[in-house]
């Protein structure tokens, strides 16, 4: 039987615990009991005792387009996203089991992930849903809202505003139906799908479909429904799920408080859609509860080199498919239905093909687990790791910063700690190039996007630097000596075959010229000549450069030329050969 693996998204993501429901057991009905009252307090005890974790994620909208100035918390530390729908907060406090983010901006409604926070970076990904009206009311009035999918919400038309008066007046309804069949679920939806049942138990849920309903009033106030009313909801399934969709099934509201489900009374299965009635308003979700274990994975290639970036995809006969992408330690971690054997598959990049990399069959796993998982050696991909230095307009190395690497249709975004990133990646023959783009998130400062060609197994990137105003830049480290950095009197261009860029200084008492000659377009290239001259070193450093030059981009004149070079060149005074490394990014003069 096929299930549904989901698509791979543009950041990575710890392993979420959205399961689809693909197929699942038939029961005509599903037995639920009236929720008392949930028991926050108790309940909590489940998460473990706080820890401290860091956190960076990508806000977008339902087209894929990057939220700026989202406001960002995760218990009492908070941030704005920055132009790329980008946040960092570092040294958040959560606890051992459960973390939860929520999303707020004006124009959205409130937005959120909880996760299984893991050690290294936990990578969130948030879909924010626009505040748009299915239609308006007025208090006093019975109305039916509805969407062209059949989605539906009954009102009665009495309400009160977040002080718990009555309120008179006209109500806008705003109203989102989430669809299991739909890949992006797993990042609109709030929180993951894990729950307090009626008894305050933990469990994780497989859902047949949510709906969020909002209400605003004349002032744009938040409204809910008046002590004693009811409102009917109505949430149509997709037909994929129909076949397996039990004759009813428990009702559940998302407690924006405290990052999770609730259970909260049934719906019935009419027709193609399930039919319910609610006392509030928040998102309603339709699930069927499971026992679960919390599960980690950690993805390394046959020579032990952790593997980032990779997508892990479990597969459970009852429950669908869950996927999501291994941090820097290689790590992915998430909720998975207890007792069940599930398939376990890691692919690559769509750029590569669809086929896994690696499968098995592992479980069942009936308390929290963690299994290591070793990708054989594969003549069709390649482990690479980026690495370099991040310094901000002063030449400082960047402390809360970030780089995004491009690789083919794919992007991949990983944290700046005191200066230095290293991002790796398993890609596929088909392509050895890429671009990145690092950003100043504290000095709001970036690079320009800068081309380069992978250097298997290591690219060392050298030093880049964010400055706005900066156009064009050299930099190059020489052994371990300062990092040399020109971003002014840079010159670059072709004579004839021979490729030649060079550096200055005002007085001439410093330089820098790297040339190729026989020249014929971006390529890689074994016969760099350099030669320069910096008071780092206090001597001229000169003679055919011994390694290889990628030159990635070479535009017409005012455009860029892009270059990063690697290996030996000797010492003028002694020949003794010390290592090089730089990256050029030129406008081209001639």
Known sequence: MKFKRLLPKSISLVLVSMLLCVSCNNDDSITTTQNQGPDPTTFSENFGNDI????????????????????ISIGSSTAMTDSNGVFIINNATVNKRFGYIKAEKAGYIHASRAVVPSSGTNKVRIMMLPETSAGTT??????????????????????????????????????????????NMQDQMPGMLYAANAQNEERMLQTFGMLAVELRGDNGEDLNLAEGSTAEITVPLDASLVATAPSSIPLWYFDEANGYWIEDGEATLVGNAYVGTVSHFSFWNCDIPAEYADFCVTVSDSEGNLLANTQVSLTSENYGTSSGYTNENGQTCGLIPSGETLEINIYNYNLCGQSPIYSDTIGPFVVDSSIGVTVADNPDIISETVTGIFNDCDGNPVTEGYVQLSYGNQYFTDVVSDGDFEINLIRCDANSTFTIQAFDYVNIQETDSLNYTFTTPLTNLGTIQSCNTIEEFITYQVDDFPVVAYNFNVQGGLDGNYLYISYYSDLQDYWFNFNINGFNGPNT???????????????????????TSNVTSFGDVGEYIDINFSGVINDFNSDDELPISGTIHVLRDF
């Not at 401290?52 to 406001?71: A, C, K, Q, Y």
């Not at 006093?140 to 509805?146: K, N, V, Y």
């Not at 009665?156 to 989102?176: C, F, L, Q, R």
């Not at 290239?525 to 390694?547: A, K, R, V």
Request: glycine share 10%.
């Open 52 to 71: 401290s974790r860091n956190f960076l994620g990508t806000i977008v909208d339902t087209n894929n387009n990057p939220i700026e100035n989202v406001m």
């Open 138 to 183: 007025t208090s006093g009035t019975q109305e039916t809202i509805s969407l062209p999918n059949g989605s539906k919400v009954a009102l009665e038309g009495d309400y009160i505003k977040p002080d718990g008066t009555n309120y008179d007046g006209s109500v806008n309804i705003i109203m989102h139906h989430l669809d299991p069949a739909d890949e």
């Open 525 to 547: 290239y074994t016969n760099g000549y350099l030669d320069f001259f910096d008071e780092s070193y206090g001597t001229s450093l000169e003679n055919l450069f011994i390694g």
